[in-house]
C-alpha cells in the first residue's frame, strides 16, 4: 500500500517514524521535528528551524518516505562545505542500514575539487617526474578524481589540472571522463547533496535545472545562503576580461582591425575611468565615499561609446555563430556586458554599481555590479510550490532571528505557502 495515498499517509509514514524514535529512544524535540518534516512533504510548506548538529530528525521521515518508489520522488539536501556534504553521506549510509533501505546518494560538488583528464595530460608532458600525478593519471580512467583524496597537491599544481571552464560538451575524453560523466548523471539522481552554490546555480535554471526536482528540498547551515544568492547576481567587468573576450572571438572570425578598433576603445574607456576614480579617490580619501551616480554622469558618453562598440562587434560575431561553438559562449558573454552597460546608463537600472582598483591592474579601476532587487530574487528562486522546503540552522535561537532569516532570504513575500517556524531544542514551536 502507497505511503502517500490520501487514506493510508498520515497512518503509514507517521507511525514507522514514531515507532523508530520509540524504539531507539531518541529526544522528544527530534522526533516533533521529524513530524514536521512529514508535514513539510504532505503540504509543501516552508519549515524553518532551529536544530543542533543532530541530523535524525529530519533524516529519518525521508529515509522512511524513500520507501515508496512510486510517490517521493526524492530529496535534495544542500549544505554548506564538502565536510558537511560528507558527514551527511555517512549518516544516510548509517541511518538507512537501519532502516533497511537503499539510498544510493549522489554528492554534487563544484567542478573545481575534481581532475580533468586533459588537462592533467597536458601538465604532465612538462612535470613527468610528479610520482602523485602519475598515480593519478593511472587511475583517473576508473574513478573521479577528487581534491580531498589528494591534500598534499598544493594549490600551484591544482589549479593546473582541475576541471576549470573546459568545454566538456566538445571534448574528446567526454565519453569516458568519470566527472563528466557522474556531472551528467546529476539530473537523474533521486538523493542528492548539494553545495548551496550549486543549489542556487541550479535553482537559477528554472525548468532546466541540474538536479531533479526533489519531493523536499533541505537547507543546512541556512543562514549562508543569503550569501550564496547574493554572490551569485554580482559581476565584475574588468579591462582585461573585455580584451581577452574580443581577442578570442576576433581570432575565430579572422578580423583584425575590429580587434584593433575595439580594444582601442576599451583601453580609452578603462583609463578614463580609473583617472575619474583616482581623482574622486584623491578628494574623499575613502572609497565607500565616491558618489559612484556621479562617475556614471560623468562617464555617461564613454559608456554608451564602449557599448556600441560592443554590440557592432557582436553583430559581426553572430554571422559565424551556428559555424563555430565556441563563439556561443563568446557571444553571449558579449551579449552579458552589452546589456550591463545598457543598464548602466539607463532609466531604471536593476543594478547596484561600485568601481574599485583591482589587484595587478597597473592602477585600472574595474566595474563591479550588484543587483538591487536581490529579495525579490531570492523569493523567486525559493517559491516554488511543488515541493516542500525546510530551512535548518543552528544560529536561529529566537523569535526575532527567524523573522529577520526568514525576510533575509525574502520567504515572507512568497503568497500561498505556510512558513512554520520550529525551535526543535526543546522549546515551543510558534506558527506565523
Ligand atoms: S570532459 Fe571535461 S572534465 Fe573531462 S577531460 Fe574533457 S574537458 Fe576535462
Not at 498520515?10 to 516533533?32: G, R
Request: net charge neutral; glycine share 4%; aromatic share 10%.
Amino acid at each position: 500500500m502507497s505511503i502517500w495515498k490520501e487514506e493510508s499517509f498520515e497512518d503509514k509514514i507517521y507511525d514507522e517514524v514514531e515507532s523508530f524514535f520509540n524504539i531507539h529512544k531518541l529526544k522528544e524535540e527530534e522526533e516533533t521535528l521529524a513530524l514536521d518534516i512529514i508535514d513539510s512533504l504532505r503540504d509543501k510548506n516552508i519549515l524553518v528551524v532551529e536544530k543542533d548538529d543532530n541530523n535524525c530528525g529530519y533524516l529519518i521521515p525521508l529515509l522512511y518516505a524513500s520507501k515508496d518508489k512510486e510517490n517521493f520522488k526524492g530529496f535534495l539536501i544542500s549544505t554548506a562545505t564538502i565536510f558537511l556534504q560528507n558527514k551527511l553521506k555517512e549518516e544516510i549510509d548509517k541511518l538507512s542500514k537501519l532502516i533497511n533501505v537503499d539510498i544510493p546518494v549522489t554528492i554534487a560538488k563544484g567542478h573545481v575539487n575534481y581532475v580533468c583528464m586533459k588537462r592533467l595530460e597536458k601538465y604532465l608532458r612538462s612535470h613527468q617526474e610528479n610520482k602523485t600525478l602519475n598515480e593519478i593519471s593511472r587511475k583517473i580512467e576508473k574513478e573521479m578524481i577528487d581534491k580531498e583524496d589528494y591534500p598534499n597537491i598544493s594549490n600551484e599544481i591544482w589549479i593546473n589540472i582541475n576541471v576549470n571552464g573546459e568545454n566538456c560538451r566538445k571534448c574528446l575524453y567526454n565519453k569516458e571522463c568519470k566527472y563528466y560523466l557522474n556531472r551528467k548523471s546529476w539530473p537523474n539522481a533521486s538523493y542528492g547533496i548539494c553545495t548551496h552554490d550549486l543549489l542556487v546555480a541550479s535553482l537559477k535554471r528554472k525548468n532546466h535545472g541540474m538536479f531533479q526536482e526533489p519531493s523536499i528540498l533541505i537547507v543546512e547551515e541556512a543562514s549562508s545562503l543569503k550569501e550564496i544568492v547574493v554572490s551569485s547576481y554580482q559581476g565584475i567587468i574588468s579591462k582585461k576580461m573585455l580584451e581577452s573576450l574580443i581577442q578570442g572571438a576576433s581570432y575565430i572570425i579572422g578580423d583584425k582591425e575590429l580587434k584593433t578598433d575595439s580594444i582601442k576603445v576599451i583601453n580609452t574607456f578603462y583609463e578614463k575611468l580609473s583617472s575619474i576614480i583616482k581623482s574622486e579617490y584623491s578628494k574623499n580619501k575613502d572609497s565607500n565615499l565616491i558618489d559612484n551616480k556621479n562617475v556614471i554622469e560623468m562617464l555617461k558618453d564613454d559608456i554608451l561609446i564602449l557599448l556600441n562598440t560592443l554590440s557592432n562587434f557582436r553583430k559581426s560575431v553572430k554571422f559565424y555563430q551556428s559555424k563555430y561553438t565556441e563563439l556561443i559562449y563568446l557571444r553571449k558573454k558579449l551579449n552579458d556586458y552589452v546589456n550591463i552597460l545598457d543598464d548602466m546608463i539607463g532609466s531604471g537600472s536593476k543594478h547596484r554599481y561600485s568601481f574599485y582598483f583591482q589587484s595587478n591592474s597597473r592602477g585600472l579601476v574595474s566595474i563591479k555590479y550588484e543587483r538591487k532587487d536581490i529579495l525579490g530574487l531570492s523569493s523567486s528562486l525559493l517559491a516554488d510550490k511543488k515541493y516542500g522546503k525546510v530551512f535548518v540552522d543552528s544560529n536561529i535561537v529566537g523569535n526575532d532571528d527567524y523573522n529577520t532569516f526568514i525576510e533575509s532570504l525574502g520567504l515572507d513575500k512568497i503568497d500561498d505557502i505556510e512558513i512554520v517556524k520550529e525551535y526543535s531544542l526543546g522549546k515551543s514551536k510558534i506558527k506565523k
